[in-house]
């Protein structure tokens, strides 16, 4: 398997744009999650789903945020509109389950955003 | 509510010295363990776990052990090489139904080996 593919890998837009990240999780996996990793705030869980449907979103900053999974292999993460204080790493990670050996998260690469 | 609290980098040691990070948690039960890592320009990726009280997790040298009296999972490796220069992340999920949803990682701390 390929793991989980993340596109684009690098993302530069200016402030009031609208941007969408995308995520292919490994074939198989019930779980997708996103995260963002900043210097200040580490690692954050935004939000995460289970067969396509999503569990708890409680991570997601505010309105701005938006995230979909329209089948098992594939997710989107929205921003609009983005500000520069949403400039992160963006990562997908997805995993069998939840637990019983099936909860190591395998994570993207990541997609890294600057919003200038 | 849970949480895992590591050690702060950068920590840099030389080749082939003893590596130890510290990891205590705070958490309902036994949660599970985690440490990941995380390469340059990379995604975090499971180096091991552990499930329960006195377990020990291994992996490519690394060890670290469950230790319930003293809520750590500390992270270990006897001799370091330049190749293990990345973030090394302690982790836990919990054991209730609310809880089990989410690993909840630590802050990281960057390890740097001069060769």
């Known amino acids: 398997d390929a793991g989980v593919i993340q596109s684009p890998r690098h993302e530069v837009t200016e402030m009031g744009q609208e941007v969408t990240l995308r995520c292919k999780p490994i074939?198989?996996?019930?779980?997708l999650f996103w995260y963002r990793q900043t210097m200040m705030r580490g690692l954050e869980l935004l939000i995460y789903f289970n067969n396509n449907v999503p569990i708890d979103d409680s991570g997601m900053p505010e309105d701005r945020f938006s995230a979909k999974m329209p089948n098992a292999s594939f997710s989107t993460l929205k921003i609009q509109p983005s500000e520069p204080r949403d400039s992160a790493v963006y990562f997908c990670?997805?995993?069998?389950?939840?637990?019983?050996?099936?909860?190591?998260?395998?994570f993207g690469p990541g997609t890294r955003l600057l919003v200038l | 509510g849970d949480s895992v609290t590591q050690m702060e980098g950068p920590v840099t040691l030389s080749e082939e010295a003893f590596l130890t990070i510290n990891c205590t948690y705070t958490a309902t039960g036994y949660p599970s363990l985690f440490w990941y890592v995380q390469y340059p320009g990379e995604g975090l990726q499971l180096l091991l776990k552990?499930?329960?009280?006195?377990d020990k997790g291994s992996n490519k040298g690394f060890e670290a052990t469950y230790r319930k009296e003293t809520t750590s999972f500390h992270l270990e490796k006897g001799s370091v090489q330049v190749s293990d220069s990345a973030v090394y992340f302690c982790a836990l999920r919990g054991k209730g139904y609310s809880s089990a949803s989410k690993i909840i990682f630590g802050s990281g701390t960057r390890l740097s080996i001069r060769p």
């Open positions: 990670a997805s995993s069998l389950g939840l637990a019983g050996g099936q909860e190591t998260q395998y």
């Open positions: 074939s198989g996996h019930d779980y």
């Open positions: 552990a499930t329960k009280a006195d």
